[in-house]
């Protein structure tokens, strides 16, 4: 779906060479030695990565790379080992997020939502969408002495809720319970109250994941729209056919670090993907067909892997969404958005 807004998105990354860590024209975010251990596992081992403003980034990388605990930390919701990160507002100032809480981080206009969508069920959608509303200024207590400001505030968060329900045609179940709504609506409500702070990054963990292709084309609009109203957004998502029609470019995570960057078309032709994506003997036995053919055989044979990597809807599912996983093929199962439990290795 070519925007205007995406081909300024990916013009602006068009000389941009195709390097792991290689720097941006215009970066909203900067981070840099962010890593994070678990125990003797090194989850995240970033040296240097630049998002570039108003553009669709893709975080991709097979399980276990690291992608939902780089969004914990770079959102607050976990604490890193080392490093630090920026945040570049347009007008051309930098705050530094590192040791923010989630909400301070928020307040700068960086959000996210989580791979296992944290709707509370016996909330009503609407009651939902206040959760996400920035601090009332209700609750200070000069401004508790001014009901024309609380008023004010109130009426103003009541309208930006109606505004996002409009939008993300979620109007019509306002009042019933988030628990009633399809997996696929839950990730809209989501997305939906993220946007309650009128953020400048969003950052969507597999926004697309156990959503029903129906659902799957309108959350893929809804992606493109965010970037097209001027945010910018980083999305992890396992499929290379949405990551093909919707991102400027692509940042490929694999044992915690960044491997390749570039446009979609460069990822599927990068060795160092392909090798990731299919290891030891899987990548043999693709090599050996890869001979018979050309570049793209080897492409469609890490778009098998990059497919399988995620538990996605079953109804749409193509001969590659059949075959047999290997050994990255499991499904993410290590709630690994219990973010911020960890005991050990805090500073
Ligand atoms: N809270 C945690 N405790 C221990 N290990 C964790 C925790 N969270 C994630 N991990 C491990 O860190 C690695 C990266 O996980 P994760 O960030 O969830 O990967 P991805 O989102 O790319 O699938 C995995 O090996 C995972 O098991
Ligand atoms: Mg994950």
């Given at each position: 779906m070519p925007t205007e807004t995406a081909a300024t998105g990916a013009a602006a990354l068009e000389d941009v060479q195709r390097v792991p860590g290689v720097a941006k024209p215009d970066p909203i975010l900067v981070a840099d030695h962010v890593s994070r251990r678990f125990g003797g596992l090194k989850a995240v081992d970033v040296e240097h990565l630049e998002i570039q403003r108003g553009t669709i980034t893709a975080l991709i990388g097979p399980n276990g790379a690291g992608k939902t605990t780089f969004f914990n930390l770079l959102t607050g919701f976990d604490t890193p080992n080392t490093g630090s990160w920026e945040f570049h507002a347009d007008d051309g100032s930098a705050t530094i997020l590192t040791g923010?809480?989630?909400?301070?981080?928020?307040?700068?206009?960086?959000?996210?939502?989580?791979?296992?969508?944290?709707?509370?069920?016996?909330?009503?959608?609407?009651?939902?969408m206040r959760l996400g509303a920035p601090a009332n200024p209700g609750e200070?207590?000069?401004?508790?002495?001014l009901p024309g400001t609380w008023r004010g505030y109130e009426k103003q968060i009541q309208g930006r809720v109606d505004e996002l329900l409009v939008q993300f045609k979620l109007d019509h179940m306002r009042d019933e319970y988030a628990g009633t709504l399809s997996g696929g609506q839950r990730k809209l409500l989501e997305m939906a109250r993220s946007l309650?702070?009128?953020?400048?990054?969003?950052?969507?963990?597999?926004?697309?994941?156990?959503?029903?292709?129906?659902?799957?084309?309108?959350?893929?609009?809804?992606v493109v729209d965010l970037r097209d109203r001027g945010m910018t957004?980083?999305?992890?998502?396992?499929?290379?056919?949405?990551?093909?029609?919707?991102?400027?470019?692509?940042?490929?995570?694999?044992?915690?670090?960044?491997?390749?960057?570039?446009?979609?078309?460069?990822?599927?032709?990068?060795?160092?993907?392909?090798e990731a994506y299919l290891g030891g003997k899987a990548a043999g036995a693709r090599r050996e067909?890869?001979?018979?053919?050309?570049?793209?055989?080897?492409?469609?044979?890490?778009?098998?892997?990059?497919?399988?990597?995620?538990?996605?809807?079953?109804?749409?599912?193509?001969?590659?969404?059949?075959a047999p996983p290997g050994p990255t093929g499991t499904t993410d199962a290590t709630g690994a958005d219990g973010a911020?439990?960890?005991?050990?290795?805090d500073q």
């Open positions: 923010m809480s989630p909400h301070a981080v928020a307040r700068t206009g960086l959000v996210r939502t989580f791979q296992l969508t944290k709707s509370l069920t016996r909330m009503s959608v609407v009651e939902n200070s207590m000069l401004r508790a002495l309650m702070v009128d953020p400048d990054l969003v950052c969507l963990d597999e926004p697309m994941a156990g959503v029903n292709p129906a659902l799957t084309q309108s959350l893929l609009r809804h957004v980083v999305f992890v998502e396992h499929d290379m056919d949405v990551v093909r029609e919707i991102a400027d470019w692509v940042v490929v995570l694999a044992e915690g670090r960044v491997i390749s960057e570039g446009p979609p078309d460069h990822i599927g032709n990068d060795p160092a993907v392909v067909v890869d001979t018979t053919g050309p570049s793209a055989a080897r492409q469609t044979a890490t778009d098998d892997r990059l497919r399988g990597g995620s538990p996605r809807a079953a109804p749409d599912a193509g001969p590659a969404d059949v911020g439990t960890h005991e050990e290795d």
